[in-house]
């Protein structure tokens, strides 16, 4: 028998017994490089609102359980999330209103863009929720919410919805009747808010003591300063000061990201796209595309990205790219080409690395005292 032959026989009776030739076409089994199988997307808040509101008319909470539109990212298939691990949502709670509680393997975030004074009950202790607070909701963790106030409430809800199915460890449970919460259960010291004032006043210390990053800006991590790293174990959250004509640095990482401009506009250019932005649009960047912020006014930006789990996996990277990203129709920043006094990567914004370095919630220096540390 020939060797083409017998490897021929090899392959086709390793195939009947289910088994699968390493070396060939290894790529397949290790590829080398991320390949997402999301893509670039964007979701225009004025659009997301609109049909909010719509199902606030004709869809009632009762039973609806959560109002919420799932960004769906379209080239993922139904079902699937924002980005191929994370869920960004958006939730209405008209006033009065009561969502049910319930809980679930997935960790869970709210970043409050509309309207102050609605509650989500966390193992039965109410957390009231104001306009641009971070509020987390950890894996298992019962929760409902209340809007007891006269004004709608809208709010991004992020989840790792896809973290748990890659691990098929989603549990989901509605409480039994007799459910009693111990009281231990919420007054452990865990922050569980992150008021946008004292992220805020954080990126202003940065802005005051630190060159902006050229490619973040002045940004912030949200960091739980009882253990010094991320609030939830897969998500990390940042928020960015972008100064005025600010034009980003091209840049990229293997976490898929998400962003949502809280105020402000400007533009995202990624892969010779140009997506124009104002607050609470939603964009999603997947994995290793190079990408680029530009605002054309001073701009907040909230983000958050699956960096968390991926540190923790160690294998997440970035890259800081020499080279400009082709800027195909960037009218709307013409002339502002501004990042004055960004020279270099200031510690500070614990940015500065090399793919493969990794800047984890460890080393970052604190800047703040709402919890969050400068990254
Ligand atoms: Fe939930």
């Keep these: 028998m020939s060797e083409s032959s017998a490897l021929d026989t090899l392959y086709r009776e390793a195939a009947a017994a289910h088994l699968q030739p390493l070396w060939v076409e290894t790529h397949r089994f290790v590829p080398r490089q991320p390949a997402p199988p999301n893509v670039l997307a964007q979701w225009k808040a004025s659009a997301v609102k609109d049909l909010l509101e719509v199902a606030g008319e004709h869809m009632p909470v009762e039973h609806a ?3 919420v539109f799932v960004c769906t990212n379209p080239n993922l298939p ?28 997935q960790s869970a975030f709210r970043l409050i863009l509309e ?4 509650q989500t009950i966390l193992n039965g202790a109410p957390v009231t929720m104001n306009q641009g607070d971070f509020v ?10 209340a809007n007891p106030g006269n004004q709608s409430v809208l709010w991004l809800d992020g989840l790792d919805n896809a973290v748990m199915r890659l691990f098929d460890a989603t549990f989901f449970e509605l409480p039994p009747p007799d459910l009693h919460h111990d009281a231990p259960e919420r007054s452990s010291a865990r922050q569980w808010v992150y008021p946008l004032a004292s992220m805020r006043s954080a990126l202003e210390h940065l802005r005051a003591t630190t060159p902006a990053d050229p490619v973040h800006g ?32 091209p840049y990229r990482s293997t976490d898929s990201t998400v962003y949502v401009p809280l105020e402000g506009q400007g533009e995202l250019i990624c892969g010779g796209e140009r997506m124009p932005w104002g607050p609470h649009d939603i964009l999603a960047v997947p994995t290793w595309q190079a990408h680029q912020l530009n605002c054309d006014s001073e701009s907040l930006v909230f ?13 997440w990277r970035e890259e800081r790219l020499a080279d400009d990203i082709k800027r195909a129709g960037t009218s709307g920043t013409s002339g502002t080409t501004g990042t004055t006094g960004t020279t270099g990567v200031s510690d500070a914004t614990g940015t500065a690395g090399t793919a493969g ?19």
Aim: charged residues 20%.
């Design 65 to 67: 359980d959560r109002r």
């Design 78 to 105: 139904p079902f699937s999330g924002t980005t191929q691990t994370l869920y960004a949502c958006v939730q209405l709670l008209l006033p009065g209103e009561k969502a049910p509680p319930h809980r679930h393997t």
């Design 115 to 118: 309207g102050s004074g609605a």
């Design 136 to 145: 987390i909701t950890p894996a298992w963790t019962w929760h409902g919410h």
């Design 218 to 249: 002045w940004r912030v991590r949200y960091i739980d300063p009882q253990t010094g790293r991320d609030p939830l174990p897969t998500m990390a959250a940042f928020i960015s000061l972008l100064p005025s004509g600010f034009r980003g640095a």
């Design 303 to 315: 983000s958050f990205s699956d960096r968390a789990a991926q540190e923790r996996l160690e294998c």
């Design 357 to 375: 370095n990794a800047d984890n919630a460890d080393n970052a220096d604190n800047a703040g005292s709402a919890g969050g540390s400068a990254v």
